[in-house]
């Protein structure tokens, strides 16, 4: 029950803390000289993409320009479609008025027979 300790078994146990923590530090110490000493790259490497800025971030003139560009050319498109409606138009109307005028021409011969 009662152990009987010599003085040179506490010595040993009071060195074991010390020696630990010296060890550590000597590590720590180590790490902090090669870390210090060892060559950093001067120069980082990276690939560019000249990508377009992202719209949500546009301020509202930069935001209306590509809007306003986008309604010109679909106003152009309405506008060339129109124009197509018309010639059509005309066309089909030119064809039945002058069609009605052979009617109206034909009509006064047939009521005199």
């Given at each position: 029950?009662?152990?009987?300790?010599?003085?040179?078994?506490?010595?040993?146990?009071?060195?074991?803390?010390?020696?630990?923590?010296?060890?550590?530090?000597?590590?720590?110490?180590?790490?902090?000289?090669?870390?210090?000493?060892?060559?950093?790259?001067t120069?980082?490497?990276?690939?560019?993409?000249?990508?377009?800025?992202?719209?949500?971030?546009?301020?509202?003139?930069?935001?209306?320009?590509?809007?306003?560009?986008?309604?010109?050319?679909?106003?152009?498109?309405?506008?060339?479609?129109?124009?197509?409606?018309?010639?059509?138009?005309?066309?089909?109307?030119t064809?039945?008025?002058?069609?009605?005028k052979?009617?109206?021409?034909?009509?006064?011969?047939?009521?005199?027979?």
């Amino acid at each position: 029950m009662y152990q009987n300790h010599t003085d040179g078994e506490r010595a040993a146990r009071r060195q074991l803390p010390l020696r630990s923590l010296f060890f550590a530090a000597a590590l720590l110490a180590a790490g902090w000289m090669i870390g210090s000493v060892a060559s950093r790259p001067t120069t980082a490497h990276a690939q560019v993409i000249n990508a377009a800025p992202d719209q949500h971030f546009l301020a509202g003139d930069q935001l209306s320009l590509p809007l306003l560009q986008d309604m010109c050319t679909t106003l152009h498109q309405m506008d060339a479609r129109l124009g197509r409606l018309e010639v059509a138009a005309d066309r089909i109307a030119t064809e039945r008025g002058m069609s009605s005028k052979k009617n109206a021409f034909i009509a006064p011969e047939a009521q005199a027979q």
